[in-house]
């Protein structure tokens, strides 16, 4: 059996040392346009429902994916700089995504994955000699973009903008800052990934857009007004730029997940808002998915796909849950203006999607929930 794989990201690189290690003697290429040791943004969240998934899928990765995360718990919620601090379960972790695709490269390398970097696949016809194309090349997928039609492609465009920045500060934990700004308002969000780093990615609204006079600014000046906006919570350090771009969210989804014997996963298949701190778990657990399939059904691909498509729409409860997230935060003004206090605020922000309502945030975070209810029983 010969499988080759677009996109050399985490979805890609796990699915095809998955593969290697549970289909056994099977070809697996990995087409990846970047250098090794290149890539987009700086930390991302593994959250902790995520992190034990992958251990049931594999031990051994698992165990080198821990041994790079940045264990984080409690989370800071600050409107215009009154912080609520959300005590919890361990929040998870964080990792350099550039150190987790250093994991999985040598995971792929050890387990006889061919992966080509500097490969660029601007057409996909010529890589589809295979018996299985597996789409994993990000929310611009060549792949999905030359089939849009038969994939039943949608996008969608959101009205606030962001950039992903990164920071040299010691924190300790994840934080939503939002702070009221001419015409509208912003929000950062940031978190350790490291004893030094910090993940830093800038949001604001359409109006503080207008507002603050982004559109008549270039990419250096937006960069320097976020950071002078949010200095205290940088700590008066500067925000690191990695090629970090102001641009708007393209949520995207596919009726069909499969064409033939191509297969979409992680984010070319569906993106999930960087709100929820989910989108490299989502996009392993596709992975994970597939392979199960494919292992269940001895690598018949015919019988497989259709398998992994009913498996994974029911398991997959996050990319609603990220629609919802990102609803709420093209509307954030409104949520700040209305909220009667930051706790207020901080309850309304918990309870945004529909994952998560009161019973749940008072079973997750007793401590909050109980000043939440003494606070409301005094305005009372
Ligand atoms: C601002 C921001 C913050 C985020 N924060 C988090 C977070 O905290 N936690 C989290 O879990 N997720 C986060 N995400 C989401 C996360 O980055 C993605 O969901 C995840 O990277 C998806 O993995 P993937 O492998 O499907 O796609 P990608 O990571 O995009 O990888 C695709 C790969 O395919 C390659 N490629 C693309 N086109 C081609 C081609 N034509 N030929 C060859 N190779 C190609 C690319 O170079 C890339 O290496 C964030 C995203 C953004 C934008």
Redo the contacts with the bound molecule.
């Keep these: 059996m010969k499988i080759n794989v677009?996109?050399?990201?985490?979805?890609?690189l796990y699915f095809a040392y998955l593969a290697r290690k549970r289909l056994g003697d099977v070809e697996v290429n990995v087409?990846?346009?970047?250098a090794p040791d290149a890539t987009f943004?700086f930390g991302?969240?593994?959250a902790d429902a995520g992190l034990l998934r992958l251990e049931a899928a594999d031990a051994e990765s698992f165990r080198r994916i821990q041994r790079i995360t940045k264990h984080l718990s409690n989370q800071d919620i600050v409107l215009n700089g009154q912080a609520v601090t959300i005590h919890g379960p361990d929040y998870g972790g964080?990792v350099e995504?550039l150190e987790l695709l250093r994991v999985l490269q040598g995971l792929c390398a050890e387990a006889g994955v061919t992966v080509i970097h500097n490969?660029?696949?601007?057409d996909p016809a010529t890589v589809e000699d295979a018996d299985l194309v597996v789409g994993?090349?990000?929310?611009?997928?060549?792949l999905r973009e030359r089939y849009a039609g038969a994939f039943g492609t949608e996008k969608g465009l959101l009205s606030n903008a962001?950039a992903?920045y990164g920071a040299r500060m010691t924190h300790d934990r994840p934080t939503l800052s939002f702070r009221d700004a001419p015409g509208g308002a912003f929000v950062a969000h940031y978190y350790p990934y490291t004893s030094t780093m910090c993940?830093v990615?800038m949001e604001c609204d359409r109006g503080a857009w207008q507002g603050c006079g982004f559109d008549a600014m270039n990419d250096d000046q937006r960069m320097a007004f976020s950071q002078q906006l949010f200095a205290q919570d940088l700590k008066g350090q500067p925000l690191v730029s990695n090629k970090s771009e102001w641009r708007n969210f393209v949520p995207i989804r596919n009726a069909n997940w499969t064409h033939g014997h191509r297969v979409l996963?992680?984010?070319?298949l569906r993106?999930?808002h960087?709100s929820i701190?989910?989108?490299?778990?989502?996009?392993m657990e596709d992975a994970i998915a597939l392979i199960d399939a494919l292992a269940l059904q001895q690598g018949d691909v015919a019988r497989a796909l259709p398998q992994y498509v009913t498996t994974r729409r029911d398991t997959d409860r996050l990319t609603e849950a990220a629609r919802q997230s990102y609803m709420w935060y093209e509307d954030m003004a409104r949520h700040m203006a209305a909220a009667r206090s930051p706790r207020d605020f901080a309850f309304g922000y918990l309870t945004r999607t529909s994952r998560v309502d009161a019973d749940r945030v008072a079973s997750l975070y007793p401590r909050f929930m109980a000043d939440y209810r003494a606070e409301q029983a005094g305005a009372a």
Excluded: C, H, Q
């Excluded at 087409?31 to 970047?34: C, D, L, M, V």
């Design positions: 677009i996109g050399g990201g985490p979805s890609g087409f990846e346009r970047n943004g991302v969240v593994l964080a995504r490969a660029d696949i601007t994993a090349d990000g929310a611009n997928s060549t962001f992903w993940t990615v996963i992680g984010d070319a993106r999930a960087f701190g989910s989108g490299t778990r989502i996009a």
